[in-house]
């Protein structure tokens, strides 16, 4: 609003700057016409007829600028100067040559009307047909300065406006190249992180030893993680289902490694599973609720996850936290925050309050 705001100012300020423009002009190409004959027809003038001289003038620079400003946004609609900057300048030229007659005549008729009720002896102000053709010359080189300022501004404006989108455009390409690395990165630390191997091994070689069939479930599930982290860490998105697969086969390794400390709650209505989100997210999610509370028997961590009617998956936890708060590093969410302001003008919310932990993730179609 505010910006919408300063757009509508800055637009009075030229216009007004405009104004004054075309007053200081119009004086001027008179004078430069008949200098002799402009200064005798001014001097001759009373203080009244002079003020009502420069009032004249001054509605005519206001309707001169509407008038220019008017045409210029019309040009702009049909003929833009990016089709042909010649054809542009020679087709305003001439409409604005054309347009000015009629415009002067209405103008004319209107002033007359207005001297006439007011009393005022108009024959003063224009002496004869020399000031009259020098006044109709200084209003069509007028409204050709204007139309030429007002098309310099718009010009001006559009070649700002082009190097700033693109060096936006550089800046987000760039932006978008490191974190597309930054992820790649992420996602090889994850497929080759001693802890992560050594952790799960270390779970399958205890369940070889106790079920062997649980163990062989175990590897194949281990495999899947991997297999799925292997397959999607480049990708930029993934539909919902294969997501969910490869949290499934995560939680089975998660949940054989902590025990009964967390319970996992999975409610995702059938219409959502062909949608899209980044991969590897709801790994994130799930790593980052373990990550700041306690994991009990007695008293488990809940983790629900759910989708609404709003198309955003949701992942709620409630809060048991640590007596020791681990220093938090960001990486998770914000990855998540990053990707999303690459993907699409929908963003992750975050809701925390007492009791509880909430991320709302937007689903793509």
Known sequence: MRNGLNYRLNGLWKKIGLIFFSLMVLYFVAYLID?????????????????????LNLFFCIIMVEF???VDRKMNRFLPWTKGTLRRLFVQTIVQIICIFPLLIVLSIMISGIFSFLNVDVKELTD??????HYITAIIVLSLMISGVSTIHYLTENWKSEIINRAEHEIKAAESKQLVAEIELQALRLQLDPHFVFNNLSVLSELILKDQQLGFEYTENFAKVYRYLLLNSKSKLIILKDELKFLDAYLFLLKNRIGSGVNFEISVSPTKLDMRLPPVTLQLLVENALKYNRIEKDKPLRVRIFTNESD?????????????????SGIGLGNIKSRYALLSDREPHIEQNELSFTVKIPLLA
Not at 35 to 55: E, G, H, K, R
């Open 68 to 70: 220019s400003l008017l």
């Open 312 to 328: 955003e998956l949701i992942v709620h936890n409630n809060l048991l936290p640590l007596l020791r708060k681990p220093r938090s």
């Open 128 to 133: 004869n047909d020399v000031n009259l053709r």
């Open 35 to 55: 200098p002799i004959f402009f200064l005798a027809n001014y001097v001759d003038l009373t203080f009244a007829n002079l003020l009502i001289n420069f009032l």
